[in-house]
Structures are given as structure tokens and as C-alpha cells.
């Protein structure tokens, strides 16, 4: 698989009902642009909102994946997920005309196919992966569930399926590096015991559901009445049971309900939105222990991100000293907070502040207890934004940066006397119209202080204006 991002080479779309709405819809995969990640786009409602395909949207996992964001939602997205990531697509805009994708023959088949019929590019941005460094365990021990990932250089998956059914008895499957999804794992179709059918519509769900698109597993002989009830749930005027599957005269191969196990966990794994260098052993696996296990693992990488990138390292000279700075930014003490940047490059800069007892808010922010205000964390974080920002004109001396928007400001540790704050600041998305949006961090040591979102705005100062 490429190092690179990559996404469709042409548009693909598709046409069908929804498995449990019964709503037909059409939907359309986009080729993205880099780091656009996969999005779902209801292109049905005012303003054509998105949803983001990742696990902390995840809202419900009764009988299929969804994912909500602001309300809106797009449900049963596991199949395209699976097929979409596993095939290589990195990034695409998927538009939707309902509220949950169509369920086609309930496998990958036919998204794999149209994936594969286009082809994928490589885009100019390096994949973002995921390394497994130590075991880690997901279990829920009353339904004999069990996701175990390991280290390991590359992705493959193990799984084993057991509903003490003597019709399905013990199924595996697996998928490693090289192997043909679109031939073997994609072709697998979704199921449901017949026993489960029932609660099924009276819960209003399965609308969409046929005998064309499900196996339905038979574990015990079916009466007169229920087969009269089946014929007319799903529109068919004869039932036909053999070998344990209800009108399904042909598995596609042995083991097909476990292949469609591991076709849905790579589609719920894939909402991590990062690709995992990782192997997974998985028992009796299904949508809420995926995507959980995928918010554990998010949390993880998060928390092993809250440590400074960059290196601080006092006995080399600064990039810009104090001097430098009071060039370059219009504030004075005891109002400049930031006493050094010692990294500077496209996208990002790292500082840092010294804080000593003479700060002048020490002596009412607290005279017995000294900590450094929030609000001065953030400000201090906003400078080295401002330095940032202003590089990107020539007489920075003449410009001022001011605040347009503050959000996901949060503070996780005191800073008093003594502490060294360091500032990494990154652009989120390049500077239009003087505007400019970043993620600020503050570090003490290897612990995060204070993180938020600022946004800016570049305005050049009066008294250059009256010149």
C-alpha cells in the first residue's frame, strides 16, 4: 500500500434502499483533497451538512454503524467504510440523499468493484499511521467478546466467530497484508438469525431487508403460521429452508459469516481516521466493540500527543530573542509573555516564556498562593501566534494580529513560579484574508498546561494607515 494519501481517481455512485429505513437513496463518492479524511455530506437538507467519518461521531450501534454531527446523520456506513479504507482511500466526500447508504446485496461487493473499475491516486501528503507499541485489550466477558491488538509492522486482522449454532459452528477468517479484499472479503454478505427477525420489525427496523440482501440463519424447524408470516414480511411467495439458511441456496464460501465480521470491523476500524501498523486478534466482535475500542485507542493517541513536538534546548541562541520579538510585536511589559521563540517554520513556531515570582500578577493572583492567570496562558499563546502570522509580512513592525475567535480552551495543570511554558503553535489552514486559525498548546516540561483554537485577524496598525 502507498505511503502516500490517496483518494478516487473519478466519482462513483450508487443507487439502492436502505437495510433498515427502506429508504432509496443515491450516493455519490467524490475524490477529497489531501487530509479531508472520509466525510459524509447529506446533500438532502438545508445547507448540505457534514458528518465526519470517525468514531467519536459514532451515536448508535443497534444494528449497524451511525455517525451525528450537529443533528444530522447518516447510518449503516460500515460497508463503504470497509471498502473505501481497505481498497486505499484515504480521503473522499461522500454525498447522500437520505439518512443511511444503501445496503446493495448486504456485502462490499459492488463498492469494491466501482473502487477498483476508477482506480485511486496518490496525493502529495505523507499517510498518517498509527504504530502499536505495547498489547492493548478491549473485552465485554458476559458476550464472550474480545478485541486484542498488537504490536506489529504491518495490519492484518484474525477473527473467530462462535454463537454456539450448530449451524454456523466455529467460523474464522483472516486478512493480511497482500490479500485480495475485493475477492475475499468484500463478496460477504450481512446476516441475521430468523429468531431475531421478529423484535427486528417490531422495532420498526429491517424495512429494507430481503431475502436478496441478508442470510438468515434457521437454528430450529420453522412452523406453518411463522413461514405464512415470513412469506408476507418479506414479500415472498415461497420459503425455501436448506441447510440452516432461509432461501440462500449458495454460501459464497464456507466461513462467509465470519469473512462479513472482519468486512465490518474494518469498516468500523477505519473511523479512527488514522491507519494502524497493528495486528488484531478479534472474538465474537460487532459494532459496539469496534467503535469503542476505536474511541479507547483515539483517546491513547491523544493523550500520548499532549507532549511537546519540539525539543527546547537553552545553550543554543534563539531564532528571535526579546529583542526580536519587541520588533516585531507592538506589546510591552508587563504585557509581553513570551521571552523567546526558539523554532520557526511554515505552519508552525515554538516559544517559550520563563515565569518568575516578580511577574506583577503574582501579587494578587494569589498573594499566598501565586499561579499564573488562564486568560494570561492564552494570551501569552496568542503572541507566539501573532509571530507566527506576522512572517508572513514584510514590515511586521507595521501590523498588529487581534483576536477574532477563541474556542476548545482547556487547562490542565497550575503554572506558578519557577515553571518554563513552552508554546507550540500550529496553522490549521492556511491564512486567507488575514485571517488565520491555529492550534495553540502550553507545555510545562512534558506536560500540557493549556491547549486551545484561536483565530486572528492581520490588521495594520493607524498610525502606518495616517502615514
Known sequence: MSAKQQTLNAPISFSGKGLHTGVRVTMTVNPADIDTGIIFRRVDLEGNPTIPALCENVVDTSRGTTIEQGGNRVSTIEHIMSALWTLGVDNAVIDINGPETPIMDGSAREYAEAITRVGVVDQEAERSYYHVTEK??????????????????????????????????????????GDDYADKIAPCR???????????????????????????????????????????????????????????????????????????????????????????????PGHYANTEFMKDLKRRIRKAGEKPRYQYDCRKPALYDINDIRRMLPHRPPFLLVDRIFRCEDGCVAGIKNVTMNEPFFV??????????????????????????????????????????????????????????????????????????????????????CEAELMAQIVKNKNVEKK
Open 136 to 177: 492493548m485489550v478491549y473485552t465485554i466477558p458476559e458476550k464472550g467478546v474480545a478485541i486484542i491488538l498488537y504490536p506489529d509492522d504491518e495490519f492484518s486482522v484474525s477473527l473467530h466467530v462462535d454463537y454456539n449454532s450448530k449451524v454456523i459452528g466455529n467460523q474464522y477468517a483472516t486478512f493480511n497484508p
Open 190 to 284: 450481512t446476516f441475521v438469525f430468523l429468531h431475531e427477525i421478529e423484535p427486528l420489525i417490531k422495532m420498526n427496523l429491517i424495512k429494507g431487508g430481503d431475502l436478496d440482501n441478508a442470510i438468515v440463519v434457521v437454528e430450529y424447524p420453522v412452523p406453518e403460521d411463522q413461514q405464512e408470516h415470513l412469506k408476507k414480511a418479506f414479500n415472498k411467495p415461497d420459503i425455501v429452508i436448506k441447510e440452516g439458511y432461509l432461501n440462500n441456496l449458495e454460501l459464497r464460501c464456507n466461513n462467509e459469516l465470519a469473512r462479513h465480521k472482519l468486512l465490518d470491523l474494518l469498516g468500523d476500524f477505519a473511523l479512527l481516521g488514522q491507519r494502524i501498523k497493528g495486528r488484531v486478534w478479534a472474538t465474537r
Open 364 to 449: 494578587g493572583h494569589f498573594p499566598e498562593e501565586p499561579v499564573m492567570p488562564g486568560v494570561l496562558i492564552v494570551e501569552a499563546m496568542a503572541q507566539c501566534s501573532g509571530i507566527m502570522v506576522l512572517r508572513s509580512v514584510p514590515d511586521p513592525e507595521n501590523y498588529s494580529t487581534y483576536f477574532m475567535k477563541i474556542d476548545k480552551v482547556k487547562f490542565k495543570r497550575k503554572v506558578v513560579p519557577g515553571d518554563t511554558l513552552q508554546f507550540e503553535i500550529h496553522l490549521l489552514e492556511p491564512i486567507r484574508r488575514g485571517v488565520a486559525l491555529v492550534e495553540a498548546k502550553a507545555f510545562v516540561g512534558e506536560t500540557l498546561a
